[in-house]
């Protein structure tokens, strides 16, 4: 079946480095993608997305392109903030099934 | 203002003490969802409901159940709760599965449950 794996963390950093998140998916066909980030206390939102191959999502800072030949969706932001402290999560949807599947989480700290 | 509302936000029972964790949305959602987030784990989803009346099982349903008597609630039902249901559990919502295919997927704040 689809599935989603990230990076393990937790990912320490110290304010204004350059983030990358791995991740990469196994689906068939063309799902969509998703970044989903959780705040501390908070429920998830959404951070970016991109439905189809080659797209560049980007919000906030961050980015991620959607690429098809390595099956990967990898979070990028050029400086971190110590309020971008977080737990990031990959995701992606089939347009037949309407649901997200979800990565394990990759929990970001950020140091002043 | 738009929101996805569960209650209670924490709960501490022990186990074989029936519990229901609500959960209440006020944008005349057609989906919602039950996800448990676990260290390691990530979110899995536990059971899903594409309209009134319309349920399914998730990846993790055993020992839970659901209902969807109203558009705007979608109660999860722990029966016979056990240790092992520890656990932190979202609810979602979505206008549609199309909203879910775009992302647009609404989360409460969780409830953190603990069963002795």
């Known amino acids: 079946g689809d599935s989603v794996t990230q990076m393990e963390g937790p990912v320490t950093l110290s304010e204004e480095a350059f983030l990358t998140i791995n991740c990469t998916y196994t689906?068939?066909?063309?799902?969509?993608l998703f970044w989903y980030v959780q705040y501390p206390g908070e429920g998830l939102q959404l951070l970016l997305k991109a439905t189809k191959a080659d797209d560049k999502g980007s919000n906030k800072g961050f980015e991620a392109t959607y690429r098809k030949e390595t099956t990967s969706f990898h979070l990028e932001k050029g400086s971190v903030q110590v309020s971008d402290s977080a737990v990031y999560f990959c995701?992606?949807?089939?347009?037949?099934?309407?649901?997200?599947?979800f990565g394990k989480g990759t929990k970001l700290s950020v140091k002043p | 203002e738009a929101q996805v509302t569960q209650n209670p936000r924490y709960l501490i029972t022990v186990t074989g003490k029936k519990l229901t964790v609500t959960c209440s949305q006020n944008?005349?959602?057609?989906?919602m969802s039950w996800y448990r987030q676990d260290p390691g784990l990530g979110l899995r989803q536990i059971y899903y409901s594409m309209n009134v009346e319309v349920t399914d099982k998730g990846d993790v349903p055993e020992g839970y159940k659901v209902s969807r008597k109203e558009k705007r609630n979608f109660p999860l039902i722990l029966e016979s709760p056990s240790p092992n249901q520890t656990s932190l559990y979202f609810c979602?919502?979505?206008?549609?599965?199309?909203?879910?295919?775009?992302?647009?997927?609404?989360f409460g704040e969780g409830s953190r449950l603990t069963v002795l």
């Open positions: 979602a919502s979505s206008l549609s599965r199309t909203g879910v295919n775009t992302g647009e997927l609404f």
């Open positions: 944008m005349n959602h057609e989906y």
């Open positions: 689906a068939t066909g063309y799902p969509s």
């Open positions: 995701a992606l949807s089939q347009r037949s099934q309407g649901n997200l599947i």
